[in-house]
């Protein structure tokens, strides 16, 4: 069992920045994602990390601003998010990808990943 549990989110001006944390209970040995969900809207993919941390993905309306990164002594995945926008208002979710061997893969759909935190929401006003 892997317990995920992000902080970081907050209120934030247009064009500002937050850095969003993941802590794991265990050695983050696994891809792992950045996803977001609007009330009403499916989960996005918004960033994911290879388990050799050598690939990272992004998705399309984020590409440039945010970036994703893991600190391995820690058990901790983050997610800085630069020239935010109010459309990037959301909860935002960490997850692990347990199902893959692949050490440079990301995957970017939903049911690839295992374990989800509880999210933490994320708020820029315009």
């Known amino acids: 069992q892997v317990q995920l549990v992000e902080s970081g989110g907050g209120l934030v001006q247009a064009g500002g920045s937050l850095r969003l944390s993941c802590a794991a209970s265990g050695r983050l040995r696994y891809a792992m994602g950045w996803f977001r969900q609007v009330p009403g809207q499916e989960r996005e993919f918004v960033a994911g990390?290879?388990?050799?941390?050598?690939?990272?993905n992004y998705g399309d309306s984020v590409k440039g601003r945010f970036s994703i990164s893991r600190d391995n002594a820690k058990n901790t995945v983050y997610l800085q998010m630069n020239m935010l926008k109010p459309e990037d208002t959301a909860v935002y979710y960490c997850a692990a990808d347990l199902g893959t061997t692949a050490r440079f893969l990301v995957r970017t759909t939903i049911n690839a990943y295992t374990y989800w935190g509880q999210g933490t929401q994320v708020t820029v006003s315009s």
């Open positions: 990390i290879s388990s050799n941390d050598l690939t990272t």
